[in-house]
């Protein structure tokens, strides 16, 4: 057996073990093989997931692709309101606080 044979053998025990014991990071490294997308990108893309997740809760994450080039990939973070945009006269003044609209609570 040559160099190049025991190469595919051993890579292919590795993702068997990697199938067996963390099926989340084979799947990803099963998806950047069959797609060629480059790791450094979904690196990225994961980290401003998070960071979204770690901060407001709410936004989202745009990847700015050029000529086969990724420029940039921004994490917007957001506020969620839910809340509209115009108030009728009645509506204008704040209802009293309560502790479902507590205003120190809102994040």
């Known amino acids: 057996m040559d160099y190049n ?11 068997e073990i990697i199938k067996a014991t963390r099926p989340d990071i084979w799947a990803i490294m099963d998806t950047l093989d069959k797609t060629h997308v480059n790791w450094k990108v979904i690196w990225k893309i994961i980290y401003a997931i998070h960071n979204i997740s770690e901060n407001t809760k709410y936004g989202q994450v745009n990847v700015l692709i050029e000529n086969n080039i990724v420029r940039f990939v921004r994490g917007e973070h957001a506020d969620k309101l839910n809340e509209p945009v115009l108030l009728l006269p009645e509506e204008e003044l704040a209802p009293p606080l309560t502790d479902d609209n507590d205003l120190t609570k809102i994040v």
């Open 5 to 15: 044979e025991q190469q595919k053998i051993n890579e292919e025990q590795f993702k």
